[in-house]
């Protein structure tokens, strides 16, 4: 039996687990992070303090966890152009985790009242596709919490069918670095101990997967990109908005986009404001790769261009909460944040279009190997993109 190494479980992790160990691979995910309960989410938010602030989380499931269940595809034409074709990956995708927008009902009035003055000011808002059980969803406001009723899809469900099918986990365990011999993975070193493997993926996210390939001789963590968003909001006494399923609808323009949203800092900045009376708009960008990972920092700043996409989108935003009837007087903004961290170990940089790295059977499959910036919610693509090495990896080691 192929034995391997997964590093990491968040999205691109528990993908190549699953497809590998169902494939009959020896599977063993090394996880730094802890078994959760999804409601507990919460308490494994990682954050690095930067110009931008960047948000992640550390368990089984990765950040995955915490996502707002929005699900789109991403720089499809991009990966198209170097010769990735992911077509029947999403269309895998879409069938197992249903991806589609939740039906009406399931609208908060918040949103309607966005969506309805977006449209009178010539936008034009779409439902956002979610991966969100509607039978399952009580709207709570509460999904980058991690989600109390299990109704919105993380990885851990492709965990547990990677279990299922003979998978060994592993967690509490940060993989520190590779073991190579003659330009061939070995294994990984989880500090003093050494674990040996046929293959190793790394799947450690965008910040901790530059580190272990420096750590072991691979230059990365230039390019680093985040989707930086701030939310702008305001006072409209009981809208209730911050109870809604947010995110729930999704509106393009150029290289921003915006979505109905709250933030627990707008509370905090709005002075005698209540939960109940706020209600909000991410304006998220597609930044400039301007970011950089080393050992001990995380450096992302705004660029001339980012700042300019802010704040057209925060005017944008300004605009429709005003026609929506939010009091002016009180609009705010959040500093800027990045939930999207990727780009760091680059396809055409420190991958190759196999996401295999110059060191022969060590891979990367996480959104580290995003060679642009996607803008937009990058889950399913990673997804996609994680699927399509995995039968990569089985097409070559079974033959
Ligand atoms: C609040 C929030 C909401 C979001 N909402 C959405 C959304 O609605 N839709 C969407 O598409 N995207 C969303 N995202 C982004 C999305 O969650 C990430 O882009 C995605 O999970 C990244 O996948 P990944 O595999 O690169 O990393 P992760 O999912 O972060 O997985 C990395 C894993 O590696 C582990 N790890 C780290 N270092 C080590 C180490 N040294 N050894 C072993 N394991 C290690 C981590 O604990 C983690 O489990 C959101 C992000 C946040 C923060």
């Given at each position: 039996?192929?034995?391997?190494?997964?590093?990491?479980?968040?999205a691109?992790?528990?993908?190549?687990?699953?497809?590998?160990s169902?494939?009959n691979f020896?599977?063993?995910?090394?996880?730094?992070?802890?078994?959760?309960?999804?409601?507990?989410?919460?308490?494994?938010?990682?954050?690095?303090?930067?110009?931008?602030?960047?948000?992640?989380?550390?368990?089984?499931?990765?950040?995955?966890?915490?996502?707002m269940?929005?699900?789109?595809?991403?720089?499809?034409?991009?990966?198209?152009?170097?010769g990735?074709?992911?077509?029947?990956?999403?269309?895998?995708?879409?069938e197992?985790?249903?991806?589609?927008?939740?039906?009406?009902?399931?609208?908060?009035?918040?949103?309607?009242m966005?969506?309805e003055?977006?449209?009178k000011?010539?936008?034009?808002?779409?439902?956002?596709?979610?991966?969100?059980?509607?039978?399952?969803?009580?709207?709570?406001?509460?999904?980058?919490?991690?989600?109390?009723?299990?109704?919105?899809w993380?990885t851990?469900q492709?965990?547990?069918?990677?279990?299922?099918?003979?998978?060994?986990?592993?967690?509490?365990?940060?993989?520190?670095?590779?073991?190579?011999?003659?330009g061939?993975?070995?294994?990984?070193?989880?500090?003093?101990?050494?674990?040996?493997a046929?293959?190793?993926?790394?799947c450690a996210g965008?910040?901790?997967?530059?580190?272990?390939?420096?750590?072991?001789?691979?230059?990365?963590?230039?390019?680093?990109?985040?989707?930086?968003?701030i939310?702008?909001?305001?006072?409209?006494?009981g809208?209730?908005?911050?109870?809604?399923?947010l995110?729930?609808?999704?509106?393009?323009?150029e290289?921003?986009?915006?979505?109905p949203?709250?933030?627990?800092?707008?509370?905090?900045?709005?002075?005698?404001?209540?939960?109940?009376?706020?209600?909000?708009?991410?304006?998220?960008?597609?930044d400039?790769?301007?970011?950089?990972v080393?050992?001990?920092?995380?450096?992302?700043?705004?660029t001339?261009?980012?700042?300019?996409?802010?704040?057209?989108?925060?005017?944008?935003?300004?605009?429709?909460?005003?026609?929506?009837?939010?009091?002016?007087?009180?609009?705010?903004?959040?500093?800027?944040?990045?939930?999207?961290?990727?780009?760091?170990?680059?396809?055409?940089?420190?991958?190759?279009?196999?996401?295999?790295?110059?060191?022969?059977?060590l891979?990367?499959?996480?959104?580290?190997?995003f060679?642009?910036?996607?803008?937009?919610?990058p889950?399913?693509?990673?997804?996609?993109?994680?699927?399509?090495?995995?039968k990569?990896?089985?097409?070559?080691y079974?033959s």
């Amino acid at each position: 039996m192929v034995k391997v190494i997964v590093v990491g479980s968040g999205a691109g992790g528990g993908t190549v687990a699953r497809e590998l160990s169902r494939a009959n691979f020896e599977v063993t995910i090394i996880e730094r992070g802890p078994f959760i309960k999804t409601k507990d989410a919460l308490k494994c938010y990682e954050t690095f303090n930067s110009d931008v602030e960047i948000m992640g989380t550390v368990c089984l499931g990765g950040t995955t966890m915490v996502t707002m269940g929005n699900a789109v595809r991403t720089c499809v034409d991009e990966f198209k152009n170097l010769g990735i074709f992911l077509d029947d990956e999403f269309r895998e995708i879409d069938e197992e985790l249903e991806v589609q927008p939740l039906p009406l009902s399931l609208q908060g009035n918040g949103t309607r009242m966005i969506v309805e003055s977006a449209q009178k000011l010539g936008f034009k808002p779409v439902p956002m596709p979610k991966i969100i059980d509607p039978r399952l969803c009580k709207p709570c406001g509460e999904c980058a919490f991690g989600c109390s009723r299990d109704a919105k899809w993380t990885t851990a469900q492709y965990l547990d069918e990677a279990v299922t099918a003979g998978a060994q986990i592993m967690d509490n365990t940060p993989v520190t670095e590779i073991i190579s011999e003659e330009g061939r993975v070995i294994g990984v070193k989880c500090g003093e101990k050494e674990y040996y493997a046929d293959l190793v993926i790394l799947c450690a996210g965008a910040i901790s997967t530059p580190r272990i390939l420096n750590r072991s001789g691979i230059k990365a963590g230039e390019n680093l990109f985040v989707d930086t968003f701030i939310t702008i909001g305001g006072k409209l006494e009981g809208i209730s908005f911050s109870q809604e399923v947010l995110m729930n609808a999704l509106i393009e323009v150029e290289d921003i986009i915006l979505s109905p949203h709250y933030s627990t800092i707008l509370l905090n900045k709005i002075e005698g404001a209540k939960k109940e009376d706020i209600l909000g708009i991410m304006v998220k960008i597609k930044d400039e790769p301007s970011g950089r990972v080393t050992e001990d920092s995380v450096i992302k700043y705004n660029t001339q261009k980012d700042v300019e996409l802010l704040s057209r989108g925060s005017a944008i935003a300004g605009a429709i909460l005003t026609e929506v009837g939010v009091d002016t007087s009180t609009l705010v903004s959040t500093h800027p944040r990045g939930a999207h961290p990727g780009g760091t170990a680059a396809i055409g940089k420190v991958v190759d279009n196999n996401l295999e790295t110059r060191i022969s059977n060590l891979y990367v499959a996480d959104a580290s190997v995003f060679p642009v910036v996607p803008g937009a919610p990058p889950v399913l693509t990673i997804i996609a993109l994680a699927k399509r090495l995995s039968k990569h990896i089985i097409t070559k080691y079974k033959s």
